[in-house]
């Protein structure tokens, strides 16, 4: 199928099939797009749709489905319901069939592999960095597979690191199967079982409905909540002891692990919030909350909440022939919970906790945050001491095997705690501006001193201001001048408008345009007269926030993909001298072997490729901050 | 005023002396009560009116109506004289211009009004025009209307579009200059010393000096004032609507949620634009964001249009 179906039937097909293309090839590229048009096929339809052969569209799905980007389903019996005697029937409906079904999760660990490697590179270090990379790469690995007699120790560390902090989560079968077959297995089972308990009773259907709904929610939840704790049961224990690993935890080698995109995404939350609070206190304030939810990070809902949205959809959706999607209550509910989940004991912090965790330079300009009058005239008292305090440090760090080193660092160490007592009121001040900033509610007060912070509430700020700058960058400041008018005023037309942002009306007139191009803004018709006639009506502008932010978010994603097929373009481009630059006897020796004009192209080739990913990023970067802020 | 009886004269003097209220017929009466003027006499209702025809013949009085009373002012001999050289047509249209006030009237009105044909409603106004007696504006709210009012008279606020316009046009680069330095006097109170030379460093000013030194508007239009940048009086309505302008554009931001209203302070972002401030040490932000635009340069290769990429790419495919 041509590439342009893809491209042109949505920008996450453009995107995914373009990265699929990429990474795994032609054929599981055209078998995702196909999937993610027509929702499931078989392996019959995808072959005879694409006109490949079944052995290869197997291929390409086994593949899939190991990265965790295609889930299947296979047909089981159907329950008989209502008469158990009825066997032939049912043998006659059974086929056995498997669906394929397209998911997103894999391919997000693959768009965002490269940074999840960065980030675990500098937290846990070059080995844990490996191992994640090899698990995203391959979809999901056991230990033993990596493991040769050489490296053994190392693999384990890292797997205790990376499980211990949620990167790694071990995964089983029910990880390939799709939720919504899984739930609607569990529902006929309790409805038939349920039909059985209840014979001859009358009850109506809609009780009926909502009692198997219940029932069905309850086994749903212990089901997931049974297999995972089977997989995590054991996973890295301190006990068990082997020739390799003498007296350190390890980590069952037989059991898969996966990479756990929500761990991910709860690290993009800590960096989005802090950029957000370095954006509007300062850079210090920005550390400072940095340092706080460093704290709580791990502990913290997934910003997608992805179990409980997944399961209100099913339950909302289930025993009716449509779909109704949850009700306002319900969503409002869900929200409460959301929000005293926030508070629990476990996320909250004492200013004394985010101390300990600021680095030695961000406490040292702590000191200087709060301005005085006295500031210009008497210099800090630490200024005086700072710069033999430095050098200290860099003779220290040069001379690591020195004994009178310990001795320094004892005497810095006491010297910071002292100072660190001084810097506790400062630390506290500025924890309060984070918590009663004017529009975004950074911390929250919790119990006995404690601060939290409130995600819930957070999240759509991020996403408000996300979109905000967005359009602030690529539409311009007077674009965001007028939306931020018609925000305000909810409802305004044009002549109002003029008047409240100071702009002239022909300019005004364009931002409007450009802004309802992008489904911004849309326009009311407000009529003046009683047969409505449009040249006597009024036209009032209005803010979509749902219209925009979905309509960005596509265009981010036209544009990753964009920046992706140009890399894949270069690399066909460049294919006779990209192979000879990658030849086992080439390699360090480019300047013996290759020409001069190959080495200016190929440098041109790298400078295109460097440019391209820090494009991807940049728009990657707003991308998630859209789309995964709920 | 030759020609004119004793009394007349006296009325005129009268309505004259009234200028800007006209007077119903019983309070002339009352005024010329046991008076003495002579030969003439204003002792009864047909006395005055004898007298005021005499007035109106010569274009000397103006009748208006309020309510059941007849009122009456004066015109000055000036405007009389002027008046009285006019053609019949040139002074309707005149006096419909002339009770317009400072607000003007359209060229459609004046048709309707005096049901004059276009065509001498347009030489009536150009004559009228050519000697000076009126003068045509433009108005804000109706760009494309043709208004006329009376040469002397100022227009009003609402033709003119207020302090924001110049010659009926809106002058942007005042309203900018004026928001730059709003701006700046803010953040001056929020930041102390944030543009001077000493001690200009990131980490000094992360803390906003408190909201106690925080602006309101009426402060604003003080030192708006007191630094004689314009000559042009703004009123506290016209500097709040300045401040909502950079409340848009999020440079500042209202106090309102500690309850101070009608005070403001500089967002942090619109201090790190507008001057370059050192990074503190350790800080870290290894992530790109939105935000960090503005620290961006040469993020549009000029060279290579075709390593940009559009956000209406998509809309555009």
């Known amino acids: 199928m041509h590439k342009d179906y893809y491209r042109t039937q949505s920008p996450e097909s453009y995107l995914y099939t373009t990265l699929i293309r990429q990474v795994v090839g032609p054929v599981a590229s055209d078998v995702l797009g196909l999937l993610m048009a027509k929702g499931r096929l078989t392996v019959g339809r995808l072959g005879t749709i694409l006109g490949i052969p079944h052995r290869k569209v197997h291929a390409a799905l086994v593949t899939l489905i190991q990265l965790g980007c295609v889930v299947y389903y296979t047909e089981k019996k159907p329950i008989t319901h209502w008469n158990t005697n009825d066997v032939d029937n049912s043998k006659k409906k059974s086929t056995g069939q498997t669906w394929y079904y397209f998911h997103e999760t894999g391919l997000l660990l693959l768009l965002y592999g490269g940074e999840m490697i960065a980030v675990v590179r500098r937290e846990h270090g070059p080995d844990a960095a490996t191992l994640l990379q090899a698990v995203i790469t391959s979809g999901h690995v056991r230990l033993r597979d990596l493991e040769r007699d050489d490296n053994g120790l190392e693999i384990h560390n890292a797997a205790r690191h990376l499980i211990e902090d949620d990167w790694l989560i071990p995964t089983g079968s029910e990880g390939f199967q799709g939720v919504q077959d899984q739930w609607d297995d569990l529902y006929k089972i309790t409805q038939a079982s349920y039909h059985k308990e209840h014979l001859g009773q009358t009850i109506s259907d809609v009780k009926r409905t909502a009692q198997v709904r219940e029932e069905t929610c309850i086994a749903f939840i212990k089901r997931i909540t049974e297999s995972l704790d089977h997989l995590k049961m054991g996973l890295v224990s301190s006990d068990v002891t082997s020739e390799l690993l003498p007296s350190i935890s390890k980590v069952k080698r037989n059991v898969a692990l996966s990479a756990n995109f929500d761990r991910f995404l709860k690290h993009k939350r800590t960096l989005q919030l802090t950029n957000m609070a370095r954006h509007r206190l300062g850079a210090v304030a920005g550390q400072v909350y940095q340092a706080a939810l460093s704290i709580v990070e791990r502990h913290t809902r997934s910003p997608l909440n992805t179990h409980v949205t997944v399961l209100l959809r099913l339950v909302a959706g289930s025993g009716q022939s449509t779909t109704t999607g949850l009700s306002p209550a319900t969503i409002r509910e869900t929200l409460e919970r959301q929000r005293d989940s926030d508070c629990s004991p476990v996320v909250t912090f004492r200013p004394s906790d985010v101390l300990s965790r600021l680095s030695h330079e961000c406490r040292r300009a702590l000191d200087s945050t709060i301005w005085s009058e006295s500031f210009s005239a008497v210099k800090r008292p630490i200024d005086s001491s700072e710069p033999t305090t430095r050098s200290v440090h860099k003779k220290i760090k040069l001379e690591d095997n020195c004994s009178g080193s310990n001795l320094l660092s004892l005497v810095n160490a006491a010297r910071y705690a002292e100072e660190d007592s001084d810097r506790m009121p400062k630390l506290q001040a500025l924890l309060e501006l984070l918590a009663k900033d004017s529009s975004v509610p950074f911390l929250a007060h919790g119990d006995h001193g404690t601060f939290f912070v409130p995600f819930t509430d957070l999240a759509p700020v991020i996403k408000l201001q996300t979109y905000k700058s967005c359009i602030r960058t690529v539409l311009g400041a007077p674009c965001l001048r007028i939306l931020n008018c018609i925000i305000d005023h909810k409802l305004i037309d044009e002549k109002m408008l003029a008047n409240k942002v100071l702009m002239k009306a022909s300019e005004i007139r364009t931002k409007l345009a450009k802004l309802i191009e992008f489904q911004i803004i849309e326009i009311q018709e407000v009529p003046k007269t009683q047969d409505r006639n449009a040249l006597r009506s009024v036209f009032a502008f209005r803010h979509r926030f749902d219209l925009g932010t979905n309509l960005m978010l596509k265009s981010l994603a036209f544009n990753a993909a964009q920046v992706l097929e140009s890399l894949t373009a270069l690399k066909i481009d460049n294919k006779i001298l990209l192979d000879k630059v990658s030849r086992d006897d080439v390699q360090g020796k480019e300047l013996e072997f290759l020409q001069p004009s190959e080495l200016k192209q190929m440098e041109l080739v790298y400078q295109h490729e460097l440019r391209s990913y820090g494009q991807l990023s940049r728009i990657l970067a707003s991308l998630d901050a859209l789309k995964f802020c709920n | ?317």
């Open chain 2, 1 to 317: 005023m030759s020609g004119l009886s004793n009394a007349a004269k006296e009325i005129h003097n009268l309505l004259i002396a009234n200028q800007g209220s006209s007077l119903a017929q019983e309070e002339i009466l009352e005024h010329f009560k046991g008076k003495d003027l002579g030969e003439d006499k204003i002792e009864s209702v047909a006395d005055l009116m004898k007298h005021i025809q005499e007035l109106l013949n010569r274009q000397l009085i103006n009748l208006s109506q309020q309510g059941t009373t007849l009122k009456f002012s004066g015109v000055d001999l000036k405007q009389a004289s002027k008046i009285s050289n006019m053609s019949q047509d040139e002074a309707m249209i005149y006096s419909y211009i002339e009770g317009s006030g400072r607000e003007g009237i359209w060229t459609k009105t004046i048709k309707a009004k005096t049901n004059l044909h276009q065509h001498i409603v347009l030489r009536c106004l150009k004559s009228l025009e050519n000697q000076s007696f009126i003068k045509s504006v433009k108005s804000v709210k109706h760009p494309t209307r043709k208004i006329y009012m009376l040469y002397h008279l100022t227009p009003s606020i609402e033709v003119t579009g207020g302090p924001w316009f110049t010659d009926s046009e809106l002058d942007t680069e005042f309203i900018d200059s004026l928001l730059i330095i709003i701006w700046r006097f803010i953040a001056n109170k929020t930041y102390p010393n944030l543009f001077g030379t000493e001690g200009n460093k990131a980490q000094l000013y992360e803390f906003s000096v408190g909201l106690n030194n925080a602006p309101d508007v009426a402060q604003i239009n003080k030192f708006i004032r007191g630094s004689g940048i314009t000559n042009i009086e703004l009123t506290d309505d016209d500097v709040r609507s300045l401040c909502d302008v950079l409340c848009y554009e999020e440079k500042i931001e209202k106090l309102e949620k500690f309850g101070k209203v009608d005070s403001y302070k500089v967002t942090w972002h619109s201090v790190e634009e507008a001057v370059k401030l050192d990074e503190p040490e350790g800080d870290v932000a290894p992530v790109f964001t939105f935000y960090d635009n503005h620290k961006v340069v040469n993020a549009v290769d000029i060279e290579d249009p075709d390593q940009n990429y559009y956000l209406d790419a998509y809309l555009n495919q």
